[in-house]
């Protein structure tokens, strides 16, 4: 890993802070669902079934942080054998994640407050979305397109990464209203993560991806 210059250990650091919230909260409450001590507050939808929210945290966190090594040039460029290798983790992660995340929308009892429609139709829907970017992906690589690889793998890891985004929201709205936002403000808070996060990634493959597939 000599190869990795400062700028991407500084991204890799930026992607790791930004991760902590949710990614290292997951965690404790994966700890806890083993046995350990309750930091996080009581979730009777993980007490009541565990399996899929701990799957979900699980892969969410591989994904993410994992992931992030995927975009490194000097990954790709000096250690293919590992970028190869860690794709296909990444890809198993990102579609666990997205397929348990799908099933808790469905499956798993929310109260009004924390999740209204317009909360419930946005996950489903970005949970496919993710799960069909990755399996794009895939297709595409075994194609040897790596444009669209590459544009599949971003769209997909800005749908993934939305905790993050709404972890930095939620603390935001704390700060300025002074309380937890809820119900529809919280829902709206929650969809514009995602929407920031997917616009992000659009102007990233707009500006990086697109000028290298047109022809000189």
Known sequence: MSSVGKREWVFLAIILIYSFVPTFGGLFRVLELLGGPAIAPE??????????????????????LVGALQFLPSIRRYHSGLHRLLGRVVAVAGCLSALTGLWMTHFYAF???????????????????????????????????????????????????????????????????????????????????????LLVAEFFIRTHLVPRMRPI
């Open 111 to 197: 109260p009004q407050s924390l999740q209204g429609a317009l909360l419930y139709w946005a996950r489903i829907a970005l949970s496919l979305s993710m799960f069909g970017f990755i399996a794009w992906a895939v297709v595409a690589i075994r194609s040897r397109n790596l444009a669209a690889h590459s544009a599949a793998m971003i769209r997909a890891y800005a749908i993934g990464q939305g905790a993050s985004t709404q972890a930095m929201l939620g603390i935001g709205g704390m700060v300025v209203f002074g309380a937890e936002l809820m119900g529809p403000q919280r829902d709206a808070m929650m969809v514009m993560a995602w929407g920031i996060n």
């Open 43 to 64: 979730n009777p939808r993980a007490s009541g079934s565990p399996l899929p929210i701990a799957v979900h945290i699980l892969t969410s966190f591989l994904f993410c």
